[in-house]
């Protein structure tokens, strides 16, 4: 494994140490300072510990210190301390135009043999008359959670 070296400003150093000193942050961002301030190789360090020490002091892996050290070496100490946001992007599966269809037909009449109407049914209806390829019920159950319709309102009583 390749080793990364941690040296820190003075101005790193200050930085770190009121992140750990305060209680206004994250826990992950507070052990991710502690640890970057005990690896820290620099001349502002007086000493600086062992890896096997931190990992029995703060009860973390050997793993999430290396990790840590690569994190901070390649990509700055914003990153080392905050981590990065998930680069996915899912596209939104329900727009308007199908939302109008899916409340349009869970306010009509259910289908013969049944009472009213439930998501499964509703996910094969939207289906089948092709305002959508393919839906589950779970994402018809947000759809109709976020409108506050309820299915089962006549029953109720």
Known sequence: MKKYKITLTKE????????VQ??????????????????????????????????RILQISMRKIDRLKKTFV???????LNGTKGQRVYAKKADGDFEAHLIALSCSDPPEGYSRWTLRLLAEKVVELEYIDKISHETIRRVLKKTKLNLGANNVG
């Open 22 to 55: 305060k209680g206004k942050h994250r826990s992950q961002k507070v052990l991710n300072a502690l640890i970057l301030l005990n690896c820290d190789e620099g001349e502002y360090q007086d000493k600086r510990a062992k890896n096997e020490e931190i990992s």
């Open 74 to 80: 390649e990509k700055g100490l914003e990153t080392a």
């Open 12 to 19: 790193e150093r200050e930085e770190l140490k009121r992140i």
